[in-house]
């Protein structure tokens, strides 16, 4: 691995493992009201399917806690609630099971009910993500520096992490979030080389798929560059599954998680004579639940597009009003588009499947 990853300790939520030299976790967050258990339990499985490894519901109301152990029964992951401004709501949810939770000592009733919170969150085991954003900054750090400065946000976590020491607890991980790339990168710094616990790492409010995407892969690359970042979650505004693809995008292109399927295209040009962007966004859409490494090339003229194929692990080439279909650099076969995209299908599952196989032989 060419990036040297920050040395963690380690914690865990549910069964998933933080920190230490464990993979960085990809985790989303549901859009749904938590108070609709159908709506709630749906998404988590479409996260699931393309997927996320740790989910985070908004708890705002009594009943969306009453519904965190009936959404536990239905789901695969490990659950985490979000809390603000009701401590009893984070007491509650972790009596109903859920995994860990998110709050922010800052805006939680005050820092007595913090201390209620972490009593019975040490009784029970279960982690603490402690939230530090530029838009709830306490008072005093704001008079302080004038402005929620990096600085200003990395003090804010180190205070909290003594707060918490010196209650005992130190089952935590923490995240310290802007939608500025550069007050979040430096604020991590800080926090980074202070305190060995995991962090979370994303830019928050990054805004629509497009310029949120952009902004979230300039953002977290730079902090996985320099080795900070034990879970990740990318802010979208859209279906939350996106976060989870661009996550694991952003972690693969830096050689950090070897997952999924990553589709080769051309950008087009004029000998392009198919509807290259359409072929390949169906492609990318019809292997999204593959989860072990496959490389597929979908290729549109004869310049670049043989080698690119052949070169994947499943490849096609458009030739005419036919492409040709390559695996493992053997062409298997020549076909019209909709049978193409077909076999490309076929033979990528069963590729993806032996080499499922092979990691567990």
């Known amino acids: ?213 952009v902004k979230s892969a300039a953002g977290i690359g730079i902090l996985l560059y320099e080795g900070i970042g034990d879970t990740v979650r990318v802010s979208l505004s859209t279906h939350p599954k996106i976060e989870v693809k661009v996550a694991f995008k952003i972690l693969s292109s830096l050689g950090l998680r070897n997952y999924g399927v990553d589709v080769i295209s051309c950008p087009t040009c004029g000998r392009c004579q198919v509807n290259l962007p359409k072929i390949a966004l169906e492609v990318e859409e019809a292997l999204e639940h593959i989860k072990a490494p496959v490389s597929v090339a979908v290729m549109g003229c004869a310049v670049n597009g043989p080698g690119e194929a052949s070169f994947a692990d499943v490849g096609i080439a458009a030739a005419g009003e036919k492409f040709i279909l390559f695996v493992n650099g053997k062409v298997i076969g020549k076909y019209k588009e909709k049978k193409a995209i077909k076999r490309l299908v076929e033979e990528v599952e069963r590729v993806a499947n032996e080499k499922k196989n092979k990691s567990f032989s």
Not at 72 to 85: M, S, V
């Open 1 to 213: 691995m060419w990036i040297a990853r920050r040395k963690s300790r380690v914690i865990r939520v549910g069964d998933v493992p933080i920190g230490g030299g464990y993979p960085i976790v990809v985790q989303s967050m549901t859009n749904t009201f938590t108070e609709d258990f159908e709506a709630t339990v749906k998404q988590i499985k479409e996260l699931e399917r393309v997927g996320c490894e740790i989910v985070r519901v908004a708890v705002p109301t009594v009943e969306a806690v009453e519904n965190i152990s009936l959404i536990k029964e239905k789901i695969g992951i490990p659950l985490i609630a979000d809390i603000h401004f009701d401590y009893r709501l984070a007491i509650k949810s972790m009596e109903k099971g859920a995994d860990g939770i998110r709050i922010n000592p800052g805006n939680i009733g005050g820092m007595d009910k913090v201390k209620e919170v972490i009593k019975v969150a040490q009784e029970r085991s279960i982690p603490i993500r402690i939230g530090v954003n530029t838009g709830s900054l306490p008072k005093e750090i704001l008079n302080k520096y004038g402005y929620p400065s990096a600085e200003a946000v990395a003090e804010t976590a180190l205070n909290y992490m003594k707060f918490f020491e010196d209650e005992g607890f130190t089952n935590m991980k923490f995240s310290l979030k802007g939608s500025d790339i550069k007050t979040t990168v430096l604020a991590n710094k800080i926090f980074a080389s202070s305190c060995d616990y995991p962090i979370h790492i994303g830019i928050t409010e990054a805004g629509t798929i497009f310029s949120g995407a």
